[in-house]
């Protein structure tokens, strides 16, 4: 018996928007998901470039307007991976239109418009899912139940980064990521990182940061003689207190020289720790001591940690990241089918963003913020 299809509507095709097109070719062949995703029409800057990369991309139809691809009967799901300041609008006139918005993070260039936008779908009766999708990874899963089940004793410390290098040469040209609205480093990649923090230990209470510009000026664009200031964190560090009591740091950076992926994390407990590299995003370290002998014993992925057995039936063959964005899309179907929530949902993505500015906050009033 054949599933009922979906109408997929894309709002974007750059890297994440092809991440999502791979992720909704694929989902069906690997999960058994109870609709069958149809892509229907993909939006972007310019008629052209939409018909182009609707082609690419295998949707049967490309516009240069992403409302009218909002307001198609033939859509069902809108995925938006659009520029940060055109989320809020796009979700808006999707909630109104009641389709299932999937958007990527963050989910908006402002606390106040996210908590718009939650409130808005929430009012609706509206699934949504934000992209926060390194939350995927079975080892990520894993990590959670050793913590929630108390295997390491009680938690008492978290050190947390998330680094990255395409931001450290001064001549990369300005883009919405260093515009204000794009939130710098600490809006663009840090959000990755405290969603995982979040996930794992639970809510942030306090925090104190400091956010530092490395390169003060940037080229107008790509080549350009002429500079303009940028006013935007390239670097920042926190110390936080989550609402159970444990405290810890988090580093946002996106000029780290030499690091490419470095979204880590280590957990300490009273018996036990964890730690954990997206570099080596298929093993979770245990550290514990046994037998006279103490030391991290590395978990690697495979079939015993869901879902990585609907990709491989053998351990050590390794997911990759655009499996994490297929095991999204995977649950963002079952629940736009459902019509029950799916985290992080909007609520969530809104107190990420929350968390964020506070630590903005921190570092205008120099002191200890609460959230």
Not at 88 to 117: F, N, Q, R
Not at 216 to 230: D, I
Not at 289 to 305: F, L, N, V
Not at 306 to 317: E, K, L, Q, R, V
Request: glycine share 10%.
């Amino acid at each position: 018996m054949s599933k009922p299809e979906i109408g997929i509507g894309l709002v974007g095709s750059g890297f994440m928007g092809r991440c999502h097109a791979n992720a909704f070719r694929s989902v069906s062949g690997l999960f058994d998901v109870p609709v069958t995703p149809r892509l229907e029409v993909l939006a972007d800057a310019t008629d052209e470039l939409a018909q182009h990369s609707a082609l690419a991309l295998g949707f049967a139809r490309g516009t240069g307007d992403w409302r009218s691809l909002v307001a198609d009967d033939a859509v069902d799901i809108v995925a938006i991976t659009a520029p940060n300041v055109l989320h809020a609008p796009i979700a808006h006139a999707a909630i109104d239109a009641g389709k299932t918005v999937y958007c990527e993070k963050p989910l908006s260039t402002t606390a106040a418009l996210a908590l718009e936008m939650t409130e808005a779908a929430e009012a609706a009766g509206i699934v949504t899912l934000v992209g926060f999708n390194f939350l995927r990874n079975p080892m990520i899963k894993l990590a959670r139940e050793i913590i929630t089940s108390g295997e390491i004793g009680e938690v008492t410390g978290f050190r947390g980064r998330h680094a990255e290098n395409y931001m450290a040469n001064p001549d990369v040209p300005h883009s919405f990521r260093t515009d204000p609205q794009g939130g710098g480093a600490l809006a663009d990649i840090g959000s990755h990182i405290i969603s995982m923090a979040r996930y794992l230990l639970g809510p942030m209470a306090e925090v104190q940061a400091d956010c530092r510009t490395i390169h003060a000026t940037r080229p107008k664009t790509l080549g350009a003689s002429e500079r303009t200031p940028v006013a935007v964190d390239d670097m920042t560090h926190a110390l936080v207190r989550f609402a159970n009591g444990v405290s810890g740091s988090i580093e946002a950076n996106w000029a780290a020289t030499a690091r490419t992926m470095d979204l880590s994390w280590e957990i300490t407990g009273t018996s036990g720790a964890l730690a954990f590299g997206q570099e080596a995003m298929n093993e979770l370290l245990i550290w514990s001591d046994t037998g006279g002998r103490s030391g991290y014993k590395r978990i690697e992925a495979g079939p015993s940690h869901p879902p990585y057995g609907a990709f491989c039936p053998a351990p050590g063959h390794h997911l990759g990241f655009n499996d994490l964005k297929v095991i999204e899309v995977a649950e963002l179907l079952s629940a736009h089918a459902g019509g029950v929530s799916c985290g992080p949902d909007f609520r969530e993505a809104y107190e990420v963003q929350r968390t964020v500015e506070a630590m903005q906050h921190s570092h205008a009033s120099r002191r200890w913020v609460s959230i």
